[in-house]
C-alpha cells in the first residue's frame, strides 16, 4: 500500500463528472426496479386480495425470492438473460415483491369492513369501491412499502456493478475496492445513502400528497 | 438445456467433493463465517434492543440507525472494512486478506435488524400485562426476563432472521475479497467463464440460505407462547414500521 491520506478531497473534486454519472445511472437502476416492482405487485397483490387461497403460495414464494442471495441470483440469471440490464433488474425487481406485495395486502386488509359496506351500499361497483374507497384508505401502509423497498432497492443496486452495470456500485467495487482506494468506497456508500434518504422523504411528501385528508397527526 | 446436465455432473463429480476448496470445505466456512458472525452480532445487538424497548430511551437514534442501515449497500460495507482491515493483514501478514473485513461486515450488518426487532417486541408486549407482572411484585428484571422476553420472542427471531438472510448473503459476496465459501465459485466461475461452476455454487448458496429461513420460520413458530398460537404462520406482519424519518 502506498502512504496516500485516508480521504481525498482532491480526488472527489477531480472525479466530479464520474460521480455525476454513476448517480444517474443509479437513480435509473433504481427507478426501473421500483417500476418494474409496483408493476408486478399491484396485479398480484389485487389478485391475492379476493383470492384469499392465493395469499399463503404467492407471500411464500416471493419470501423464497427475497432471500436468496443477490450474487447467487445473478449467476442463476446470467445463463438464461444474459450479462446485462436484464439480468440485474429481474434480481432487483423480485427482491422488492415481497414488501410491496405484504403490505399492499395488509393496507387492502385494514380498510374497515364497515367502510367497504357503506361504500357498497351508497352503489359502489367494485372497481370503483377500490379505487375511490378500498385504496385511499389503504395508501399509509401501501407508501410505507414503497418507502422501504425504495431505500432497500437503492443499497442493493450496487451490487448490480458485479455484472457490468453502472451507478455507484462502480465507485464502490470498480474504483474503491478493486484498488483498494477508501475514498472511493466511501464516497459511494456516501452518495448512495444520500440517494436513499432523498428518495424516502421524496416518497413521504406523495404520500402526503396523496392521502390530503390526514393532514395533522403524523410526524414524517 | 445442456447447462443443467453440466451443472449436475459439476455437482456429483468427487473431484468436487475433495480438498481445500471441495464442496464440503466451501459450505463449512460458508456456514461459519455466517454463524460466528451472527452469534457475535446477536449478543451485541440483543442487549442493546431489551434495554431501549424496556426503558423506551434513545428509541428515536435507534430508528434512525437502522433505516440508514437499510440505506448502506451491503458491498459498501465490506469494502470499508476491507480498507480498514489491510494494515492489520499486512502487520499479522495473513493468507487470506479478506477474512477479517468479511467478519466484520458481516457482524455490522446482523446488528441492526435485531436491535429494532427487539425493540418493536419488547415495546408491543400489552402494557396490561406489563403491569400485572409489576403489580405481582417483579422487578424490572424480572419483567424482562419472564413477561417481557417471552412475549417478544418470535418478533425478536424475525429480526434474527432479516439478519440472517443478510449475512448468508453478504458473506457470499465476501468471495470479492476472495474470503472463502460458498461464493468463490460464483466468483471463481464467473472469472473463469465456467458456468457449471458457476451455476453449481449459486445452486449451493440458494439451498442453504432457504435452510436458514426454513429452520428460522419454524423457531420462529415455535417461539410463539401456545396460548396464543394460532395457525396463521408467520408473524412477520407488514413492513410499515422502521420507514418513519429516515434522516432523523
Redesign the interface.
Given at each position: 500500500?502506498t502512504d496516500q491520506p485516508f480521504f481525498r478531497i482532491d480526488w472527489i473534486v477531480d472525479n466530479a463528472d464520474v460521480l455525476a454519472q454513476a448517480v444517474g445511472e443509479h437513480i435509473v437502476l433504481t427507478l426501473i426496479a421500483m417500476v418494474g416492482g409496483i408493476a408486478v405487485a399491484i396485479p398480484v397483490t389485487l389478485l391475492i386480495h379476493r383470492r384469499r387461497r392465493l395469499i399463503?403460495p404467492v407471500?411464500g414464494f416471493t419470501?423464497?425470492l427475497?432471500?436468496?442471495?443477490?450474487?447467487?441470483?445473478?449467476?442463476?440469471l446470467?445463463?438464461i438473460t444474459g450479462l446485462g440490464l436484464a439480468t440485474a433488474e429481474i434480481a432487483l425487481i423480485s427482491y422488492t415483491l415481497l414488501?410491496l406485495i405484504?403490505?399492499g395486502?395488509?393496507?387492502l386488509d385494514g380498510v374497515e369492513p364497515d367502510i367497504v359496506e357503506a361504500a357498497t351500499g351508497m352503489g359502489h361497483t367494485g372497481r370503483q369501491r377500490l379505487w375511490r374507497v378500498e385504496l385511499p384508505l389503504a395508501t399509509?401502509?401501501i407508501m410505507?412499502?414503497v418507502?422501504?423497498a425504495t431505500?432497500?432497492t437503492?443499497?442493493?443496486?450496487?451490487?448490480t456493478?458485479?455484472i457490468g452495470q453502472g451507478g455507484?456500485?462502480f465507485v464502490?467495487?470498480t474504483l474503491?475496492?478493486r484498488r483498494?482506494?477508501?475514498t472511493a468506497?466511501?464516497v459511494?456508500?456516501a452518495l448512495?445513502?444520500l440517494l436513499?434518504?432523498i428518495a424516502?422523504?421524496g416518497l413521504v411528501l406523495v404520500e402526503r400528497a396523496l392521502t390530503p385528508w390526514a393532514r395533522h397527526g403524523e410526524?414524517? | 438445456m445442456e447447462?443443467i446436465g453440466e451443472v449436475a455432473a459439476w455437482l456429483t463429480d468427487p473431484a468436487n467433493w475433495m480438498g481445500r476448496d471441495g464442496i464440503p470445505a466451501r459450505v463449512s466456512e460458508h456456514v461459519f463465517l455466517s454463524g460466528f458472525s451472527l452469534l457475535v452480532g446477536l449478543a451485541i445487538a440483543l442487549p442493546i434492543g431489551l434495554a431501549i424497548g424496556h426503558s423506551r430511551r434513545w428509541t428515536g437514534a435507534v430508528i434512525a440507525i437502522t433505516?440508514?442501515g437499510?440505506?448502506?449497500?451491503?458491498?459498501?460495507?465490506?469494502?470499508?472494512a476491507?480498507?480498514?482491515t489491510?494494515?492489520l493483514v499486512?502487520a499479522l501478514d495473513l493468507r487470506n486478506i479478506g477474512t477479517p473485513a468479511t467478519v466484520i461486515a458481516l457482524i455490522a450488518l446482523a446488528i441492526p435488524p435485531i436491535v429494532i426487532n427487539a425493540y418493536i417486541g419488547i415495546r408491543d408486549v400489552d402494557p396490561d400485562v406489563v403491569e400485572a407482572a409489576r403489580g405481582m411484585g417483579m422487578s424490572g428484571r424480572q419483567v424482562l426476563r419472564r413477561v417481557e422476553l417471552p412475549l417478544a420472542l418470535p418478533v425478536i427471531l424475525a429480526g434474527v432472521r432479516t439478519a440472517s438472510?443478510q449475512v448468508?448473503?453478504?458473506a457470499?459476496?465476501g468471495?470479492?475479497?476472495s474470503t472463502g465459501g460458498l461464493?468463490r465459485y460464483?466468483?471463481d466461475?464467473?472469472a473463469q467463464q465456467d458456468?457449471p461452476q458457476?451455476?453449481s455454487?449459486?445452486?449451493l448458496?440458494?439451498l442453504l440460505?432457504?435452510l436458514?429461513?426454513g429452520l428460522f420460520a419454524l423457531a420462529q413458530r415455535r417461539a410463539i407462547s401456545p396460548g396464543i398460537r394460532t395457525d396463521r404462520?408467520?408473524i412477520?406482519?407488514?413492513?410499515?414500521e422502521?420507514?418513519?424519518?429516515?434522516?432523523?
Open positions: 500500500m399463503g407471500l419470501g423464497i427475497y432471500a436468496i442471495p443477490s450474487l447467487a441470483l445473478f449467476a442463476l446470467i445463463p414488501i405484504r403490505n395486502l395488509a393496507g399509509p401502509v410505507a412499502g418507502r422501504v431505500v432497500t437503492i443499497g442493493l443496486v450496487a451490487v456493478a458485479l455507484l456500485g464502490i467495487i474503491g475496492i483498494q482506494f477508501t468506497i466511501l459511494g456508500v448512495s445513502v436513499a434518504i424516502d422523504r410526524g414524517g | 447447462l433505516n440508514v437499510r440505506a448502506v449497500p451491503s458491498i459498501g460495507i465490506l469494502g470499508i476491507f480498507t480498514l489491510l494494515p499486512a438472510v448468508i448473503a453478504t457470499t459476496l468471495a470479492i475479497l461464493g460464483i466468483v466461475g464467473f458456468e458457476m451455476v455454487g449459486a445452486i448458496v440458494m440460505a432457504l436458514s429461513e404462520g408467520s412477520t406482519g407488514p413492513v410499515n422502521p420507514a418513519p424519518g429516515l434522516g432523523l
